[in-house]
């Protein structure tokens, strides 16, 4: 099924010619509970294409779906083909003129294409054959065409694993429109190469791209990963990312998020000013209940623009009642392994570059939080104890069922 966190007050759409890939991919989305817009063009180009259009449009209908179709021999004269003017540019701008429009026309908060597998490999081998300079080989599974968010969410799927997905859940598809694009708008390596391929072939292939990728720029997957495994991202290494590979790291950060986030164009051109802002801790707003936290030279998502960093001092044992957590050292802290002599104390937030000796190895502060399964709304606040010299002394250990029993109190708070 689709890997991707929808957003059920969003508008969405999705390219359909009534072939194997895209009508899986519509069936996928109406199963995750979204009715996508289907977007559809007749180029009357092969003897199935009026009933495949048909086909589609009675599906939509049948299906309660939004079926919003072109008819090439209804263009104005001006937008028809031009003389000498190769068929497959004139398609693609046809094509993307009214992806355009109708994304425009419902505000769309992104476009789902039915790229697959073979078209990656083909996308890869092309790159390849011409020899040239990419930033990235092979397709992304998110970019920006035209001032629209496209999502390719097929990219692990074969052709024939459509194909059966389509027979197994009683999908109905055209034959001939697959067909058709395979014998007419691919290139012959799909129909020559690809189509031959065993299952160990398509794999080394895959792996050469994957290899290729890492020696080009083997800095996205890294960037990525982060982006899931720590929840945070580091903005160096994020503003280095080709673009489509900067839209996928920070959509995969925002999938972090306990409320979808949808994010177009503009959104991500401004996350990418706000990454390189000048100052150095900023709160960016997402939606309602959702903010972009910049941390020094990292970002991540909180709840709550309050999840700025935070520093308070206590000169001695005492108390410190504070906005993120209230604290009572009036009788000492020796059961948390704070010492006179280590006063005053600095209790902030964590930082980037935080390390903790626990268990005898010096680890990272917030990889600690990840491997605790901290939730995210606690790691912006979670305090961190730093002796007179500069040390981290002390950093609370979160449970998710433990019972403090300290006598030293410390409580966190809930931010409103």
Request: glycine letters at 4%.
């Amino acid at each position: 099924m689709i890997d991707f966190k929808f957003d059920e007050s969003s508008t969405y759409l999705v390219a359909g010619t009534f072939g194997s890939d895209s009508m899986a991919l519509i069936d996928m989305m109406v199963k995750k509970g979204i009715k996508p817009v289907v977007c559809s063009l007749n180029y009357h180009k092969f003897d199935s294409s009026d009933s495949d259009f048909a086909s589609l449009r009675d599906y939509c209908q049948k299906n309660g779906l939004v079926f919003e179709g072109l008819d090439t021999n209804d263009l104005p004269k001006e937008e028809k083909i031009k003389e000498n003017e190769d068929y497959k540019e004139f398609a693609r701008r046809v094509r993307y003129d009214f992806f355009k429009k109708i994304y425009e026309k419902y505000n769309a908060s992104a476009f789902f294409v039915a790229h697959q597998q073979d078209d990656l490999i083909e996308t890869y081998l092309l790159q390849k054959q011409r020899k040239g300079h990419v930033a990235h080989y092979g397709l992304f599974p998110m970019s920006t065409v035209e001032g629209m968010v496209v999502v390719r969410p097929l990219l692990n799927y074969s052709k024939q694993d459509l194909i059966d997905y389509d027979n197994e859940n009683h999908v109905p598809y055209s034959t001939s429109a697959s067909k058709n694009e395979d014998e007419y708008m691919r290139n012959s390596i799909r129909r020559d190469v690809i189509s031959k391929m065993s299952e160990i072939d398509r794999e080394k292939v895959l792996d050469e791209m994957r290899a290729a990728n890492d020696e080009q720029f083997g800095l996205s997957d890294s960037v990525i990963h982060e982006a899931v495994v720590a929840d945070e991202l580091d903005i160096r290494a994020l503003i280095a990312l080709p673009y489509d590979g900067f839209i996928n790291a920070i959509n995969k950060l925002v999938s972090t998020a306990s409320r979808k986030v949808s994010l177009k164009v503009k959104d991500y051109e401004a996350i990418r000013k706000f990454c390189l802002a000048p100052q150095p801790n900023l709160a960016m707003k997402l939606n309602d209940s959702t903010y972009l936290i910049k941390e020094y030279d990292v970002i991540m998502v909180g709840n709550n623009p309050k999840e700025l960093p935070y520093t308070y001092t206590l000169e001695k044992n005492g108390k410190l009642d504070t906005p993120y957590f209230e604290l009572d050292f009036s009788m000492g802290a020796l059961d948390r392994g704070i010492k006179d002599e280590d006063y005053p104390l600095t209790v902030r937030s964590v930082l980037p570059t935080d390390n903790y000796v626990i268990h005898g190895y010096l680890e990272p502060v917030r990889r600690l939080y990840s491997v605790w399964k901290m939730p995210v709304t606690l790691r912006y606040i979670w305090p961190v104890f730093v002796n007179k010299d500069g040390k981290i002394i002390y950093v609370p250990r979160y449970r998710q069922t433990f019972s403090e029993y300290h006598t030293s109190i410390l409580k966190m708070k809930t931010i409103k």
